[in-house]
Each structure stands twice: as C-alpha cells, then as structure tokens.
C-alpha cells in the first residue's frame, strides 16, 4: 500500500487525498465522479493530488478494472489514484493509505458512500489525526429527492451520525445556497458550510459544427435522456408521458447504466406499450466522447428528474447545441430567458406533453436558434470565473484551518 511515486520527506506542494466512490476509468458514475476529475484537472498545479476510490464501474458493473492496478498507486491524469477492492474498503486501509500519503487536506466527494465513511468512522474513533482538515462535498446527498431513495436506510445514517458527531470539525462544501440549508437541516445548525459550484471542464467539444447537427424536419423529433436508470432521474415518468403523445414521429434515445434493475424492469414495460409513432432505442452505458456524440446527434435533451444537485449532463447538452427538457428541480433557472431549454413542473404532466409535441412541431429554422443559444448558454458558463475561484476558497480555508 505504500506511495512509492517520490520521495515523501522532500514536500514541494500541499496533498489533497480524496476519497470518492468512482474514478476514472469509469464510464458508468456519473456527475459525481466528474466533480473530482475537474477539481484535478484545474488545481493540479497548485497542488498534488492522491484519490482513493474502488476498483469497478458502478453499482451495476462491479467487474474490477483491467487498466488500473488495484491495491496500488497509479498515475491517472493529473493524480495518483489507489483503487480499492470491495474487502479492502475498510476504516484501516483509510488510515494506512492516510499514514501513506500524510495529506494537507482530505476530500471526501460524498456524506454517504463506503469510502468515505469509512474514513469518517475511522478519524472518529481517533485513528486518523482529526488535525488534518476536511472538506465534504455533499453532492445533493442530503436533498430530499436524494433521501426519497432508500430512505430508512440514509436517514438511519444520518440519525447515527448526528448522534456520534461524525461531522464535526469538517468543513462542507455546498454547490449552491440551497444545498446550505439541506445540509443545516440534515448536519446541523452549527456546521461550517462554504459555497463553491461544481467545477466542469473548461471546455466542451471545443471542434463544435453547427452545421453538422442534424436537420430538424417539421413533424419529427430525437430526445435523448442521457443519465443513471434510477429513480430519481424519473425515465417511468417520461415513459408514462410520452404514450399520451400522439403527434408526428418521437425517437427517444435512453442512454446511461442500469443502475436499478429492478426499476429498469418497470421501464420496459412502459416501453413495449408505447404508441406506434414514438420509438425508444434503448442504448445503454457508453464512454464520456461517445455520450457526447449521442448528445450532438440529437435534437434535445430530456430529463424530468426529481432532484439535480447539478447536474453537468446539461451543460453538456447545451454544449452540443442540444437544448433541455427538464422539471423545476434543476440550478438551471434562466433556461427559458435564454431561450436554451424549458423548465416544466412535475405536477403539470399535461405541460410536458405539450411542449413534446411543441418540440415535434417545431422546423429547421427555429430549432436552429434555439440550438445556438443553448450553446452559447454553455460557453458562457465555461468561460465564468467564480466556480474556481470558490473552489479555491474553499481549500485556502481549509488548509488554513490545518
């Protein structure tokens, strides 16, 4: 387990170890994972990075990695990357892999996942030096939609936790002034909270064509829904939508992992009972460029999702010229003053088939402004400061606390 990529009495920049429950070269994470992978990738002259993470994919793809070695250092991109079996994610190897690497600063990318709890448990119980400081991003975990999965058993956590203060003296990171407040509810009133929004490339298919989109014909239309199959992301819901839909020609790309199986199962049988004029191709996981490509070669993205702590498929969307369908439960609250997309409250479900069936009405000439909006929405956002400067005042303060 011992770091043996330099010399560890000779210290040039400050460490930051971050556990995390995915890494590259996973394809199957999610967001989540993304959130480390730019953080890296932007700070990684500043400072030298070391992620702690397991050694599969996903929840529904737990076949180790071929291309990494597990239970030792790798050189991935800009950090050295530990990959974890599942018998090794234990409050010991968080300790040794601590003992290993002696971080300035240690990042836990979740409030819930195995990694980082068990570094949470380990520094309780005094095996981890609770001088060393601690940001935890909280990643929309502590959202109600979040909870509204397995809820028994998160807020059985959360309860625990609360009652060993396994929180205490870390510093949160929220992506934005909402998620402050969940995590006052959920952590507690006195926890020190700081706001920094999720870091995203700095940029996105930077060889973009809008020529080359594809011809938005009067009377047809592709959506993609590009995501996790699980509930939250709420594929039934659209499923259920779309049977009502009898206007033109609909292709509905459903690209992602299975995450749910069981939820899956539900999905397709919605599926087989769609109307003749609306196809599902059924896609499933693919890499980050190929998911991109997916996205290009679509007409609009469409995701009713219960909860988005962020939620970077979109940004990478609109960076494809491919403009969101969403629900109300998104950060993105200018979509439709910047004629990029549409916000439509679950609870309207006669709204969303409105707007699909505007969406099949719609011809070349008009899907092409709103295509390059969506885009210049999503190179605005890339090219906007603040997410990094909070994130780097998120790290000044805390290894100031050191």
């Given amino acids: 387990m011992n770091y043996d990529g330099g010399n560890l009495s000779q210290r040039g920049k400050k460490r930051i170890l971050v556990f995390c429950d995915s890494y590259l070269p996973s394809m199957q994470s999610g967001g989540g994972m993304w959130t480390v992978v730019n953080i890296v990738e932007r700070f990684c002259e500043r400072y030298d990075f070391f992620v702690v993470t397991r050694n599969y994919d996903s929840k529904g793809d737990r076949r180790p990695f071929t291309t990494v070695e597990t239970g030792e250092w790798n050189r991935v991109g800009n950090a050295r990357t530990y990959y974890l079996a599942a018998p090794d994610v234990t409050q010991q190897s968080c300790k040794q ?59 059985l956590y959360l309860a625990a936790a609360n009652a060993i203060d396994l929180f205490n003296g870390i510093i949160w990171k929220a992506s934005t002034e909402l998620e402050v407040e969940e995590i006052r509810h959920r952590a507690g009133a006195k926890s020190e909270i700081l706001v920094a929004a999720d870091l995203t490339p700095t940029t996105i298919l930077p060889d973009y064509d809008a020529a080359a989109k594809p011809i938005k014909a009067k009377g047809e239309v592709t959506f993609i829904l590009y ?40 999905c397709e049988k919605l599926i087989d009972k769609l109307p003749p004029n609306v196809t599902a191709n059924v896609v499933g996981p693919v890499p980050y460029d190929t998911g991109l490509e997916h996205l290009f070669a679509s007409h609009f993205f469409i995701l009713p999702t219960l909860n988005e702590n962020f939620g970077y498929v979109f940004i990478e969307s609109m960076a494809a010229g491919t403009p969101v369908l969403t629900s109300e439960n998104v950060v993105w609250e200018d979509l439709e003053q910047k004629n990029a997309g549409m916000r439509i409250p679950l609870a309207d479900t006669d709204g969303w088939r409105r707007q699909i069936e505007k969406c099949v009405d719609m011809d070349e000439l008009e899907f092409r402004k709103t295509s390059a909006a969506a885009r210049k929405y999503a190179l605005d956002w890339l090219a906007r400061p603040e997410a990094e400067e909070a994130n780097a005042r998120v790290f000044e303060r805390a290894l100031g606390a050191g």
């Fill in 97 to 155: 892999l601590v003992d290993d690497v002696r971080p300035d600063l240690v990042f836990l990318n979740s409030s819930m996942s195995g990694p980082c709890t068990k570094f949470l448990l380990a520094r309780r119980r005094g095996l981890i030096d609770q001088r060393i400081p601690v940001v935890l991003a909280a990643t929309g975990e502590l959202s109600d939609g979040c909870l509204s999965e397995k809820p028994v058993k998160k807020r």
């Fill in 227 to 266: 995501s996790r199959i699980v509930p939250k992301k709420n594929l039934r819901y659209l499923l259920e939508i779309l049977q009502a839909v009898r206007k033109g020609s609909v292709t509905l790309e459903i690209v992602g992992p299975f995450e749910n199986l069981a939820y899956w199962r539900e």
